[in-house]
């Protein structure tokens, strides 16, 4: 074999072999998932009404283990 045929088949191998790796790597959508829900963020007062009476209502939501989920 040609030292420069088997040089470019040890780099074309290699750049396949690490393509995965620099392609996914920094690709976390974890910030663009939870993007629509961030005016959620917060603590919340409400009152309601309805057929069974009326209400006082709190909710809080918060990102827990490390933005993975929601509560």
């Given at each position: 074999m040609n030292p420069i045929n088997l040089s470019h088949r040890k780099?074309?191998?290699?750049?396949?072999?690490?393509?995965?790796?620099?392609?996914?790597?920094?690709?976390?959508?974890?910030d663009?998932?939870?993007?629509?829900?961030?005016?959620?963020?917060?603590?919340?007062?409400?009152?309601g009404g309805g057929e069974p009476g009326r209400g006082d209502y709190e909710r809080s939501y918060k990102f827990i283990y490390n933005k993975k989920l929601l509560r």
């Open positions: 780099l074309i191998s290699t750049i396949i072999l690490l393509l995965p790796i620099f392609a996914f790597g920094q690709n976390t959508k974890q663009s998932l939870w993007k629509p829900f961030n005016s959620f963020i917060g603590e919340w007062t409400g009152k």
